[in-house]
DNA sequence: AAAATACAACTTGTATACACAAAAAAATCG
DNA sequence: CGATTTTTTTGTGTATACAAGTTGTATTTT
């Protein structure tokens, strides 16, 4: 039960990421140290060592002389993340299924088990999470330390833009959610099977069907629906 | 002529970056905090965070407890290498015919010029430091943060690689970095004229270029000479 | 009254001192 | 003499104090 700096440290950083990745702490938010390191008990010297970390990951955004900013997300960003993340997604997949080892299985399994427990019971951001946890397995199983940088910069503002589509407002949302959490199944399959080509058509899948998520989000039915007519919703 | 900590700083990051990817620091090599901040007259916590800083660029790998170490290269890495680098560097140079302004397409003319002059009166780590420039600034022109990471994490290594093949041992060697130059003419010119389908091709090119003449290094051509027979050096 | 400047409060950046962990050297025991 | 334990040394991690920069406010000047 060592409640040492060193795990105060840990903390703080998971604390961050977390709060990050949930929009807790939305984009271009000023972070405090002094208030921070007296929240955590820790000095700000290992502090600024988090925020040095953390930037290089990502998530946060450093200018000298001023506050640590939690990194934007602009409408210019949203569109590079539409062009990067179908080519990495594919890539990462591909890879997992050449290289994953049994653990890693097992943990992924694990990671889509609590997706689905979140599915059913848990809020947005646990969703999020989950979801994001399940990713981040197939970038470990991938091991190509070139593509996880991008990789994983991709899954942060994934995980983001996420916490509002993961919030179901219609039921084509919701029915979209079973079939991510389904795709996420055939997926386990396909890396345990070592099937490098499933992995990666299942990765275009996966992406198309996130895509189609954020564009029922960001253009919602209403702009659809002609005068007079019945708002439009295909047959499940 | 302000010689304050701040610059210091800056000098620091820079000799770390160039003396890393010059591999006058090769990888593996152990940093020794004391002698450095007493070398660029830094106190240790300014020059941690630069440590930190780098590691999350990839040059740097940290433990815990232990001294900061230049990051490795390994066969596994350079196999993870020669599957990443053809897909990202399309994506980047694609990306920057797209995007590329005026001004960064000056900045690549430059570092051209740079990249020819290390050529013709350069050493090794003057031709691969020009050639890192020049990809950098392509880099810069895609402007897509989701790819950056990657595309960084690959020149490092691109560098530290080429450390080895920009000394041409054979006339073929010489042969192959004159076209390298010929490619990076082409290549301003398709993003000069806004022509992605001709930069992404030229990717490839410059690649499969870059491929042969690691190929060449690794694989020498005495392997390949039978015994009694006088060694193979093609005309010029 | 508006703009500019000077000052004060606050935040970030750096240096130094100390606590702690790992490696190296010396001493003890079989 | 060799192996193992203890002590010494070396180097990393953290806290605190101080320096430098930034921001907001009040005062002065036009």
Redesign the pocket.
Known sequence: M?D???S??AELTEHLKVSILTLRLHPGT??????L?DAF?????????V?RQLAGEGYLD???????RVSEMSYTTLRDFFLAAPMVYGAILRLAAQNATHAQIDELKDAQQAFKAALRAGSGADRALANNRFHDVTGEMSGNVYLLPSFNRLLIDHARIGMTFYRPQTSKMSDNLSEASRQHDAIIAAIEAGDEAAAAQLAEDHWNLSRDQIELFVMPDALDVPMGNPPLSKPA
Chains 1, 2 share one sequence.
């Open positions: 060592k040492d700096a060193k105060r440290k000023d972070l405090d140290e002094a208030h390191s008990g820790l000095s700000r010297t290992p502090l600024r060592e925020f450093l200018r000298t002389n001023r506050s640590a």
